[in-house]
Antibody, heavy 120, light 106 residues
Framework: QVQLVESGGGVVQPGRSLRLSCAAS????????MHWVRQAPGKGLEWVAL????????YHADAVKGRFTISRDNSRNTLYLQMNNLRAEDTAVYYC?????????????WGQGTLVTVSS | EIVLTQSPGTLSLSPGERATLSCRAS??????LVWYQQKPGQAPRLLMY???DRATGIPDRFSGSGSGTDFTLTISRLEPEDFAVYYC?????????FGQGTKVEI
């Protein structure tokens, strides 16, 4: 079955960096578009970034552009999110998610999330 | 960038009642509209895609409709497990946008 397991969250000081990982299994990882979506405590969902199946195309939300970078290693079935210059407003649960593209795009599987807390 | 506005913010209903949730886009999104359900402490779950297609395993009491700028998620008869937060989402060519959510509470 499809599994997405995030790791790498924790408490970090403002201005520091953190790298999240998402280990995928149960499906051909290298053929799917992947996303990061976050959710601040008590708030709604916010799309963060996406990467095409082969890594040639990436898109980032304006709120993280220039600070966060999505990447993937298809040989390791792993998605990454490098987060630099973290701010208090980046505090959130970060979800890794698999997307179906084409005529009816949607996110069909989500991980359970990893919590990032940015605090001094 | 397209903005999705969901209403109402909170819907207070009883089991067995009908729930009608709205999602309005700031400009036409055709039928590129998706609905998710999220329960406390859990990841979101895909409900509907293409505005009206039910995802695998979703009961038929859930239905979606609309196109262009106005969309509706209807739960025909609320079951206890349906009390949750519901999000609409649009796929753009280079970004994905979520609405702010509607909480369906008892």
């Amino acid at each position: 079955q499809v599994q997405l397991v995030e790791s790498g969250g924790g408490v970090v000081q403002p201005g520091r960096s953190l790298r999240l990982s998402c280990a995928a299994s149960g499906f051909p990882f290298g053929t799917f578009v992947m996303h990061w979506v976050r959710q601040a405590p008590g708030k709604g969902l916010e799309w963060v970034a996406l990467m095409s199946f082969d890594g040639t195309n990436t898109y980032h939300a304006d709120a993280v552009k220039g600070r966060f970078t999505i990447s993937r290693d298809n040989s390791r079935n792993t998605l990454y999110l490098q987060m630099n210059n973290l701010r208090a407003e980046d505090t959130a649960v970060y979800y890794c998610a698999r997307a179906i593209v084409g005529a009816k795009p949607r996110i069909d599987y989500w991980g359970q999330g990893t919590l990032v807390t940015v605090s001094s | 960038e397209i903005v999705l506005t969901q209403s109402p913010g909170t819907l207070s209903l009883s089991p067995g009642e009908r729930a009608t949730l709205s999602c309005r886009a700031s400009r036409s999104v055709s039928t590129y509209l998706v609905w998710y359900q999220q329960k406390p402490g859990q990841a979101p779950r895909l409900l509907m895609y293409g505005a009206s297609d039910r995802a695998t395993g979703i009961p038929d009491r859930f239905s979606g409709s609309g196109s262009g700028t106005d969309f509706t998620l209807t739960i025909s008869r609320l079951e206890p497990e349906d009390f949750a937060v519901y999000y609409c989402q649009h796929y753009g060519s280079s970004s994905w946008t979520f609405g702010q959510g509607t909480k369906v509470e008892i």
